[in-house]
């Protein structure tokens, strides 16, 4: 059976043109999506257990009290998360939320060619990449660094000398995850990649996110 995926793709701030693309993408790659924008469905959608929950390019306050509260039982419950790109910039004052990703969105320079270097080839969402990866993207900094979390499994990260404009400091961290997903026991999966609709038809990036939502729902491809 195909993986079950809940796709919310709610903004309240910056809304990217990639969004309807992207889900025609998640399509394509064989997933049973369900997507939505409305908080209310995305409400009674988490009652029916999807295999996983992917928050693609949200932006802002997206969720209701109630809607806070489903997706906090669903993640300690043992549901799998998936947070592609804008996610980051998603629910800044709900503090699990933030626990959750291990880290939140700063700012970023202008979409650029840059280069990805893979951390970690023995997950499926970076196994087929090269240990560098070109790619084109907005190559995002973060307000703190998601592997002082001892939890985060880093899987990729910024090759900073390749574009212009970061001020994280040092190479840093663009994709990694949790398992579980503290603070609940589901797994957790983030990529900060994915702004322009180009990366979506990429094969290449294709594959990173079919290999992360199949991690995350703990399901093979």
């Known amino acids: ?19 309807p693309g992207a889900v025609r993408t998640l399509r394509a790659l064989g997933f049973a999506v369900r997507h939505t924008e409305d908080p209310a469905e995305f409400e009674r959608a988490l009652d029916a257990r999807p295999d996983a929950v ?20 669903y ?30 969105f700063d700012r970023h320079p202008a979409y650029q ?20 990866w070109e790619f084109t993207d907005e190559w995002y900094d973060f307000r703190s660094d998601p592997r002082e979390d001892p939890t985060v499994r880093l899987l990729a990260y910024a090759d900073e000398s390749s574009y212009e404009g970061a001020t994280m400091g040092g190479d840093h961290p663009l994709v990694w995850c949790r398992d579980p997903a503290t603070p609940g026991p589901g797994r957790m999966f983030y990529t900060s990649l994915g702004h322009a609709t180009e990366a979506y038809d990429a ?12 991690w995350t729902a703990r399901r093979g491809p």
């Open 203 to 214: 094969p290449a990036f294709r594959a990173h996110l079919s290999g992360a939502i199949h």
């Open 54 to 73: 992917v928050f693609l390019s949200t932006s802002g306050d997206v969720l209701t009290p109630a809607g806070r509260e489903r997706l906090a039982a």
């Open 1 to 19: 059976m195909p993986v079950a995926t809940l796709v919310y793709t709610r903004t309240t701030d910056y809304r990217h043109d990639s969004i």
């Open 113 to 132: 060619p840059g280069r990805v270097r893979i951390a970690d080839h023995d997950h499926p969402a970076t196994q087929h990449l090269p240990s560098h």
């Open 75 to 104: 993640v300690d419950g043992g549901g799998g998360f998936v947070g592609v790109h804008a996610a980051a910039c998603t629910e800044y004052g709900w503090p699990y939320y933030g626990d959750l990703l291990a880290a939140r």
